[in-house]
Structures are given as structure tokens and as C-alpha cells.
């Protein structure tokens, strides 16, 4: 049976998200979800609250999104993090020891940080790429996402890159059987939308806010 995932998703430890545990739990049971990954910038806490909180029947993948000395990266399946701005290759194996999977984030978003150097070597060492987040204003950003994945037979993912409630799920991953096994063997696939700005007019309204201590 092809259970759907959506694998990036942010709460309020984010200091650019306002997700609340439990509205990003409604919001994935409403959508038909069958799990998410918990994936706060430099943070594991998050993907503990949310699995605290959750039914026996929505999957909690807990994880984090590390900021590396070039891209993002999703490290799924780990329960703690290196330093901000390890090296990138470094963060891989970081994710590696300790049992996650690690994929390339909006890897070619030239509006947030992108990877340029050492691409083949990261495509040797990486589980799998982003081709759909649905935060991407361009769609071209996730289609060179794709080329890259295809060029170098890698598997792919999809998720909404979430900051507020009504996002989760509006990309993707499907897959047959355990997630993480399903990345790491190329079993995965992505859907979803992308071209969304009011998204980030929202996250954009809500770091002033922040700063006004609201």
C-alpha cells in the first residue's frame, strides 16, 4: 500500500515558523497524511514534541534541517545535530553515523543557500535529493533539483518545507513500506505544488514580528 509522507515540515522551535505541535497534527490527519518528518533548522526538539503528541496512527519521523557550510540538508531519522556550518560532506556522514538518511534541501534555490561546489561528490554521498518543495517560487529551482537527482540516479523526495499550519502537505513522498528504507533504495517518488509566495510573505511578516517580541 503507498503511503504519503510529507518529510519537511518546521514548528515554532524554528524561529521562522509559528507551527504549534498540535496544529501541525490536525493539519497532517486532515490531510490524509500517514506521516511526517520533523525537520527544525538545527534542532531535533521539534520532531520529539510533535512524536509526544501524535496518534498511534500518524508517523513521526524525527529529524532536522542542517545548515552546512553550502546547502540545507534533511537529516531524517537522527536525535541529535553537528555544529552549524559543518562541511557538508561532513554532515552527511554526521547523519550517517548515526543512523539517518540525509537529502539534499531545495539544493538549487538561488533565493535561500544553494550547493555549487564538490556536486559529485556530495551525489556520491547523499541518500537522495528534494525535486518538490513546494516553497520554491520557481519552478525551475525544483526541476534542476530533478535533473541532478536523474543524472545521478539518486533517489527523490517532496515536502511542503511547511512554516505555518495550512502548508503540511502540500508536496509530497510516497513510497511502499518504511520511509527511510524506501529513500535509501531509490523506492521513493515526490508530488506536490511549488510557486508559492504568499508563504513567504507570511514568514517574512512573521520575523518582524519576532523582532517586536510578538
Known amino acids: 500500500m503507498t503511503r504519503t509522507y510529507d518529510i519537511h515540515v518546521h514548528t515554532r522551535v524554528s524561529p521562522c ?6 496544529d501541525i497534527i490536525d493539519r497532517a490527519v486532515a490531510a490524509g ?3 511526517i518528518a520533523v525537520t527544525d533548522h ?3 526538539q521539534g520532531g520529539v514534541d510533535v ?3 501524535a496518534p498511534p496512527e500518524l508517523e513521526i519521523i524525527v529529524g532536522a534541517e542542517l545548515t552546512t557550510s553550502q546547502g540545507h540538508l534533511l537529516a531524517l531519522g537522527i536525535d541529535e545535530t553537528p555544529p552549524v556550518g559543518t562541511e557538508t560532506l561532513d554532515a552527511i556522514q554526521f547523519v550517517h553515523d548515526h543512523s539517518g538518511v540525509a537529502v539534499l534541501a531545495h539544493p538549487f534555490d538561488s533565493f535561500r543557500q544553494t550547493y555549487q561546489a564538490d556536486l559529485e561528490a556530495i551525489a556520491d554521498a547523499v541518500d537522495g535529493v ?4 513546494s516553497r520554491c517560487l520557481l519552478t525551475r529551482f525544483n526541476t534542476r533539483a530533478e535533473v541532478f537527482a536523474d543524472e545521478h540516479d539518486l533517489p527523490v523526495t517532496g515536502g511542503s518545507d511547511a512554516h505555518f499550519p495550512m502548508e503540511v502537505g502540500r508536496a509530497v513522498t510516497r513510497c511502499e513500506g518504511p520511509l527511510l528504507e524506501a529513500i535509501r533504495s531509490g523506492k521513493s517518488t515526490a508530488a506536490g505544488r511549488d510557486g508559492y509566495l504568499s508563504g513567504h510573505v507570511a514568514t517574512k511578516l512573521n520575523d518582524a514580528l519576532s523582532l517586536l517580541g510578538r
Open 17 to 22: 515558523s509559528r507551527n504549534e505541535p498540535e
Open 33 to 35: 497524511l500517514d506521516g
Open 42 to 44: 538545527d534542532s531535533v
Open 51 to 53: 512524536a509526544t503528541l
Open 130 to 133: 528534494e525535486v518538490k518543495n
